[in-house]
């Protein structure tokens, strides 16, 4: 496997002061890896916002523990990756498919723009957790 260059973990109550702590995460991993060009920083960047955004705006206890939001990012020498969680959240509701164009539906929408920012995104849901994986295949100057 390809060796990890940088990485960042947060994990936390999923509130808005939650988002701002994964922004500056990033905000420092890029110092750690000047390489990753600026159009692949922006766009992982934002895609990673926009799935704890959704996380913290959409997620629901799926019992008594509040739901808590982790977010693991790694860089490695060609690839972006981030395991967006929502810990003790129920299954999320609807279907886990992006809104078509045109489609007037607020749901989806966020994993259409997500999916157009990455490479693939992948859903997995274990013992009370939802984690979404993002990856970005990224090109070196």
Same mark, same amino acid.
């Given at each position: 496997?390809? *060796?990890?260059?940088?990485? @960042?973990?947060? @994990?936390?109550?999923?509130?808005?002061?939650?988002?701002?702590?994964?922004? &500056?995460?990033?905000?420092?991993?890029?110092?750690? #890896?000047?390489? /990753?060009?600026?159009?692949?920083?922006?766009?992982?960047?934002?895609? !990673?916002?926009?799935?704890?955004? &959704?996380? #913290?705006?959409?997620?629901?206890?799926?019992?008594?523990?509040? /739901?808590?939001?982790? !977010?693991?990012?790694?860089? @490695?020498?060609?690839?972006?990756?981030? @395991?967006?969680?929502?810990?003790?959240?129920?299954?999320?509701?609807?279907?886990? *498919?992006?809104?078509?164009?045109?489609?007037?539906? *607020?749901?989806?929408? $966020?994993?259409?723009?997500?999916?157009?920012? !990455?490479?693939?995104?992948?859903?997995?849901?274990?013992? $009370?957790? &939802?984690?979404?994986?993002?990856?970005?295949?990224?090109?070196?100057?």
């Amino acid at each position: 496997m390809t *060796e990890v260059l940088a990485s @960042r973990s947060f @994990r936390g109550l999923a509130a808005g002061d939650a988002i701002e702590s994964v922004h &500056n995460d990033l905000d420092s991993l890029w110092l750690d #890896v000047p390489f /990753v060009q600026d159009m692949d920083q922006m766009t992982f960047t934002t895609a !990673v916002i926009e799935s704890a955004s &959704n996380i #913290v705006q959409h997620a629901e206890p799926a019992g008594q523990e509040p /739901v808590e939001l982790g !977010v693991d990012i790694e860089v @490695r020498p060609t690839l972006l990756q981030a @395991r967006v969680s929502a810990y003790h959240a129920k299954p999320p509701f609807g279907p886990m *498919e992006p809104a078509r164009p045109g489609e007037e539906a *607020e749901s989806g929408r $966020g994993l259409a723009l997500i999916q157009a920012l !990455v490479t693939t995104v992948t859903f997995e849901r274990q013992d $009370g957790t &939802n984690t979404w994986v993002l990856s970005r295949t990224s090109q070196q100057d």
